[in-house]
């Protein structure tokens, strides 16, 4: 791949074509972000319907620019609704409602745009200088350092993504018995398709998806609609010190380049996810700041913390899908999905078969960031107003579109029993509070993990001393067997001192 | 901000509408097409089906998309179609190999007679392949007498016929194999590349490395010696008295309109007399275009089998049945 090929991939991605798609994107996550209740997840899984129509570049370009877009968007409606877009703006609002009630609400909402958007581009910038010389590291692994590497990806997940270790680890379980379903790589048995032909090359990715994701999540929302309604939004006055100068932007800024390294960090290890990653950019900002009680009143710099670290996990989380096939947020996750609907295997394969599709995503990715900023600044008003479209009309209208986006597949009556069944499989697996992210990575990536273990086995010949001449796989053996140990521990010492509080209560 | 949401609602229910099938038979097609490749993406088969479905989608004025069903050697894509109503809108485009051992060797839902075979364009280049600084080098008869010294010496498969060969060689000559079992040309190239695994069946990725030397041919799986590695024996040079030449073809449900299989064979070979499908193929993928209209394709594909029947019966069944 040489740098003319670089240039030319930057050239396509500024095409008006590919940049109006782009644009698409990023305007329809940025509304979705505003709207509260309805969430990354929820959009992407939606539109990966839509994207049948589109070329494979302007398919995964448009959702990058999508999931991108809810991140900035989620802040419109933390900072004038107090109520976060998406779950991960929930540190915004620490900051950033305050601020909207004393008279500021524009410079809070620029606060927000500029953290996000220099979040986003910084966090894409390092995604590219690391995923390809991970890809091409990755590429020389064998199926013994995959399969190793998939374990412990697992496991980290499971406990990483919040709530107790046990139930991810069953989260990952089942998510494995789905990815199991189909013909066997080797024999070619039927394994649990109950004599459905349909289930013969698996348990079609997009019902499970709009299922568990999307329609699951509107009956949570028609759940909580019932029970809590109103809320009042700020209006964005004509008030004219109510802007940003150029000053308190400045100052912002170291705050923001912290913020986006810590959620850089916590992106590019699988399982953590944004919401994790604002809080503790907050945090840090909290405590490192000359005036730790400002925050909270209406601090900028407490919006600006947030907001540059929930941005950056985003296209962080892209670095172990791009260098080792490992999705490791949900984001990523249905990413892998609609790679797959449109024939691309994603991961460090990508670097040798579709490089310039790679560099061409990439410069996408940093068009998107450029939109980001220029549909944010533009729209401040518009975005503010959508902030009051009522939950009933987005429930209903998501709920046609999911239902809409299984027949456009063809799946036909098969495809809607299985996106209810997966719907109410998801409304659970929410109420009890088992870690979805576990479930939909551990159900992607369980062929990839079965080939490359099965491969090992028969390889090797069942010889378990084979590990000894591959250090790399060796390690990760080690590193999940400690895992696994630590976290049952904490897991066990958890569940020791619940049950002394308990008599006490 | 309504308007937005309204508009993907009329935007999505306008796509939903094109996708159930309000089509009506004499304007084939009316609606968007769905080529299946039976094998993952990145390999030979599916590059090949890309540029297909690109010029498909000139001549038929639809979009053609492209779908990977990977699975059981291609069979998971075939016995899909083989359920398939929808006249034509969703075709297959695989190797001849899937549907004329397809069902010899497994239990599958359909057979050679499930289906019509729209047309023949490429004629296969499959091979036994091997990776660079192997201990045997890149010679077959060199690889037989190191595998014969060496028990273990491993080999990936992705295909069921590959697999029978490969077994049927194995007893005619004494070995031990590890068999490890791949889906398509990118789940074999790193195998391969990596030097985890000593040979392996190769439907096409080879003649990508034709130039570098990475993938070097230990045996021509077609009629005739390949174009790329002349220096290769076939298999039948090598003394093992089997045919298993393989044919690209592209294939539709039994129930299919002659109108549409017309059609659809009308832009078939408006593609092999495409550049870019030419390029493609005999450039990148080393293969040579050709031209097999349905009924000489049937022909063809009919005698393989009663090739692979009696082979099967020589051998006094399948080998690896038992597992």
Same mark, same amino acid.
């Not at chain 2, 034509?88 to 190797?95: K, L, P, Q, S």
């Not at chain 2, 093992?240 to 044919?247: L, V």
């Given at each position: 791949?040489?740098?003319?090929?670089?240039?030319?991939?930057?050239?396509?991605?500024?095409?008006?074509?590919?940049?109006?798609?782009?644009?698409?994107?990023?305007?329809?996550?940025?509304?979705?972000?505003?709207?509260?209740?309805?969430?990354?997840?929820?959009?992407?899984?939606?539109?990966?319907?839509?994207?049948?129509?589109?070329?494979?570049?302007?398919?995964?370009?448009?959702?990058?620019?999508?999931?991108?877009?809810?991140?900035?968007?989620?802040?419109?409606?933390?900072?004038?609704?107090?109520?976060?877009?998406?779950?991960?703006?929930?540190?915004?609002?620490?900051?950033?409602?305050?601020?909207?009630?004393?008279?500021?609400?524009?410079?809070?909402?620029?606060?927000?745009?500029?953290?996000?958007?220099?979040?986003?581009?910084?966090?894409?910038?390092?995604?590219?200088?690391?995923?390809?010389?991970?890809?091409?590291?990755?590429?020389?692994?064998?199926?013994?350092?995959?399969?190793?590497?998939?374990?412990?990806?697992?496991?980290?997940?499971?406990?990483?993504?919040?709530?107790?270790?046990?139930?991810?680890?069953?989260?990952?379980?089942?998510?494995?018995?789905?990815?199991?379903?189909?013909?066997?790589?080797?024999?070619?048995?039927?394994?649990?398709?109950?004599?459905?032909?349909?289930?013969?090359?698996?348990?079609?990715?997009?019902?499970?998806?709009?299922?568990?994701?999307?329609?699951?999540?509107?009956?949570?929302?028609?759940?909580?609609?019932?029970?809590?309604?109103?809320?009042?939004?700020?209006?964005?006055?004509?008030?004219?010190?109510?802007?940003?100068?150029?000053?308190?932007?400045?100052?912002?800024?170291?705050?923001?380049?912290?913020?986006?390294?810590?959620?850089?960090?916590?992106?590019?290890?699988?399982?953590?996810?944004?919401?994790?990653?604002?809080?503790?950019?907050?945090?840090?900002?909290?405590?490192?700041?000359?005036?730790?009680?400002?925050?909270?009143?209406?601090?900028?710099?407490?919006?600006?913390?947030?907001?540059?670290?929930?941005?950056?996990?985003?296209?962080?989380?892209?670095?172990?899908?791009?260098?080792?096939?490992?999705?490791?947020?949900?984001?990523?996750?249905?990413?892998?999905?609609?790679?797959?609907?449109?024939?691309?295997?994603?991961?460090?394969?990508?670097?040798?078969?579709?490089?310039?599709?790679?560099?061409?995503?990439?410069?996408?990715?940093?068009?998107?960031?450029?939109?980001?900023?220029?549909?944010?600044?533009?729209?401040?008003?518009?975005?503010?107003?959508?902030?009051?479209?009522?939950?009933?009309?987005?429930?209903?209208?998501?709920?046609?579109?999911?239902?809409?986006?299984?027949?456009?597949?063809?799946?036909?009556?098969?495809?809607?029993?299985?996106?209810?069944?997966?719907?109410?499989?998801?409304?659970?697996?929410?109420?009890?509070?088992?870690?979805?992210?576990?479930?939909?990575?551990?159900?992607?990536?369980?062929?990839?993990?079965?080939?490359?273990?099965?491969?090992?086995?028969?390889?090797?010949?069942?010889?378990?001393?084979?590990?000894?001449?591959?250090?790399?796989?060796?390690?990760?053996?080690?590193?999940?067997?400690?895992?696994?140990?630590?976290?049952?521990?904490?897991?066990?010492?958890?569940?020791?001192?619940?049950?002394?509080?308990?008599?006490?209560? | 901000?309504?308007?937005?949401?309204?508009?993907?609602?009329?935007?999505?229910?306008?796509?939903?509408?094109?996708?159930?099938?309000?089509?009506?038979?004499?304007?084939?097609?009316?609606?968007?097409?769905?080529?299946?490749?039976?094998?993952?993406?990145?390999?030979?088969?599916?590059?090949?089906?890309?540029?297909?479905?690109?010029?498909?989608?000139?001549?038929?004025?639809?979009?053609?998309?492209?779908?990977?069903?990977?699975?059981?050697?291609?069979?998971?894509?075939?016995?899909?179609?083989?359920?398939?109503?929808?006249?034509?809108?969703?075709?297959?485009?695989?190797?001849?190999?899937?549907?004329?051992?397809?069902?010899?060797?497994?239990?599958?839902?359909?057979?050679?007679?499930?289906?019509?075979?729209? &047309?023949?364009?490429?004629?296969?280049?499959?091979?036994?392949?091997?990776?660079?600084?192997?201990?045997?080098?890149?010679?077959?008869?060199?690889?037989?007498?190191?595998?014969?010294?060496?028990?273990?010496?491993?080999?990936?498969?992705?295909?069921?016929?590959?697999?029978?060969?490969?077994?049927?060689?194995?007893?005619?000559?004494?070995?031990?194999?590890?068999?490890?079992?791949?889906?398509?040309? &990118?789940?074999?190239?790193?195998?391969?590349?990596?030097?985890?695994?000593?040979?392996?069946?190769?439907?096409?990725?080879?003649?990508?490395?034709?130039?570098?030397?990475?993938?070097?041919?230990?045996?021509?799986?077609?009629?005739?010696?390949?174009?790329?590695?002349?220096?290769?024996?076939?298999?039948?040079?090598?003394?093992?008295?089997?045919?298993?030449?393989?044919?690209?073809?592209?294939?539709?449900?039994?129930?299919?309109?002659?109108?549409?299989?017309?059609?659809?064979?009308?832009?078939?070979?408006? &593609?092999?007399?495409?550049?870019?499908?030419?390029?493609?193929?005999?450039?990148?993928?080393?293969?040579?275009?050709?031209?097999?209209?349905?009924?000489?394709?049937?022909?063809?594909?009919?005698?393989?089998?009663?090739?692979?029947? &009696?082979?099967?019966?020589?051998?006094?069944?399948?080998?690896?049945?038992?597992?």
């Amino acid at each position: 791949m040489g740098f003319d090929a670089i240039l030319g991939s930057f050239a396509a991605a500024f095409h008006y074509e590919s940049i109006a798609i782009i644009l698409g994107g990023v305007l329809l996550g940025y509304i979705v972000g505003v709207i509260p209740g309805l969430n990354r997840a929820v959009a992407i899984a939606i539109a990966i319907p839509l994207t049948f129509y589109m070329s494979a570049y302007a398919a995964i370009a448009f959702l990058i620019g999508l999931s991108k877009g809810t991140a900035a968007g989620s802040a419109v409606s933390a900072i004038l609704l107090n109520t976060p877009g998406e779950p991960s703006s929930a540190a915004t609002c620490l900051d950033g409602y305050p601020m909207a009630s004393s008279g500021k609400p524009r410079k809070a909402l620029k606060v927000g745009l500029l953290a996000s958007v220099i979040g986003d581009l910084l966090a894409t910038l390092l995604l590219i200088a690391v995923a390809i010389p991970f890809a091409s590291v990755a590429l020389k692994f064998g199926p013994y350092e995959l399969a190793a590497i998939l374990i412990f990806a697992l496991v980290f997940i499971a406990g990483m993504a919040g709530g107790s270790f046990l139930k991810g680890l069953a989260a990952g379980g089942m998510g494995v018995i789905l990815g199991t379903v189909g013909l066997d790589p080797e024999t070619g048995a039927m394994r649990l398709t109950f004599g459905y032909a349909e289930l013969m090359e698996g348990v079609p990715i997009l019902p499970l998806v709009i299922g568990t994701l999307a329609l699951a999540e509107m009956f949570v929302q028609l759940d909580e609609y019932r029970r809590n309604k109103g809320g009042s939004v700020i209006k964005l006055g004509k008030n004219t010190d109510d802007d940003l100068s150029y000053r308190e932007f400045k100052g912002t800024l170291p705050t923001i380049f912290r913020s986006t390294g810590v959620g850089a960090f916590v992106g590019a290890l699988p399982g953590l996810g944004p919401s994790v990653g604002a809080f503790m950019a907050y945090g840090l900002a909290k405590r490192t700041d000359k005036d730790p009680d400002s925050f909270g009143k209406g601090n900028p710099k407490g919006i600006a913390a947030a907001e540059a670290s929930d941005n950056a996990v985003i296209p962080a989380s892209y670095i172990p899908l791009f260098g080792l096939g490992i999705p490791g947020s949900v984001s990523a996750a249905l990413l892998v999905g609609a790679f797959m609907i449109h024939g691309i295997q994603v991961g460090p394969l990508m670097l040798r078969d579709h490089p310039e599709m790679l560099f061409t995503l990439f410069s996408g990715m940093i068009v998107a960031s450029l939109l980001m900023l220029a549909v944010g600044w533009y729209g401040l008003r518009l975005f503010a107003k959508v902030t009051s479209v009522p939950a009933h009309i987005v429930i209903s209208v998501v709920i046609f579109l999911c239902l809409a986006g299984i027949q456009v597949q063809g799946y036909g009556t098969f495809g809607l029993v299985t996106v209810f069944v997966f719907a109410i499989f998801g409304y659970f697996l929410k109420k009890f509070d088992y870690s979805f992210v576990t479930f939909l990575v551990a159900f992607i990536v369980t062929p990839m993990l079965e080939m490359n273990l099965r491969q090992s086995v028969i390889l090797s010949g069942g010889d378990v001393a084979i590990l000894l001449q591959r250090p790399i796989a060796l390690a990760f053996v080690i590193f999940t067997a400690l895992l696994v140990l630590h976290l049952s521990w904490s897991a066990y010492r958890q569940w020791l001192r619940k049950r002394l509080k308990a008599p006490e209560a | 901000m309504k308007m937005t949401l309204l508009g993907s609602a009329l935007l999505a229910s306008a796509v939903a509408l094109a996708g159930t099938g309000l089509a009506q038979a004499d304007d084939f097609p009316s609606k968007p097409l769905t080529l299946v490749v039976g094998w993952g993406a990145g390999g030979s088969t599916d590059i090949q089906a890309r540029v297909l479905a690109d010029i498909m989608t000139e001549e038929l004025g639809q979009p053609v998309n492209v779908v990977n069903q990977p699975g059981a050697g291609g069979g998971v894509a075939l016995a899909r179609l083989a359920n398939s109503r929808d006249e034509g809108y969703t075709f297959v485009f695989g190797t001849s190999m899937t549907i004329t051992f397809g069902p010899l060797s497994s239990e599958t839902t359909y057979d050679l007679d499930d289906f019509r075979y729209v &047309a023949g364009v490429t004629l296969g280049q499959s091979a036994i392949v091997t990776g660079e600084d192997r201990p045997f080098g890149d010679s077959w008869e060199d690889l037989v007498a190191y595998a014969q010294e060496n028990p273990g010496t491993s080999y990936a498969t992705q295909t069921a016929l590959d697999r029978m060969i490969i077994e049927y060689i194995a007893q005619q000559e004494g070995l031990d194999l590890r068999i490890v079992p791949t889906s398509g040309g &990118a789940g074999m190239a790193p195998l391969i590349l990596s030097g985890d695994v000593d040979f392996a069946y190769s439907g096409g990725t080879h003649s990508g490395y034709a130039d570098t030397g990475e993938m070097p041919v230990l045996l021509s799986l077609a009629e005739d010696r390949l174009v790329a590695f002349p220096d290769a024996p076939t298999l039948q040079e090598a003394g093992y008295d089997i045919n298993a030449a393989e044919i690209r073809v592209a294939m539709v449900p039994q129930n299919t309109p002659d109108a549409h299989v017309e059609r659809l064979a009308e832009a078939l070979k408006a &593609a092999t007399e495409d550049e870019r499908f030419i390029e493609i193929t005999e450039e990148r993928i080393l293969m040579p275009v050709t031209w097999m209209p349905e009924d000489e394709v049937t022909q063809t594909l009919s005698d393989q089998v009663e090739g692979y029947k &009696a082979l099967i019966e020589e051998l006094g069944g399948l080998p690896g049945e038992d597992e």
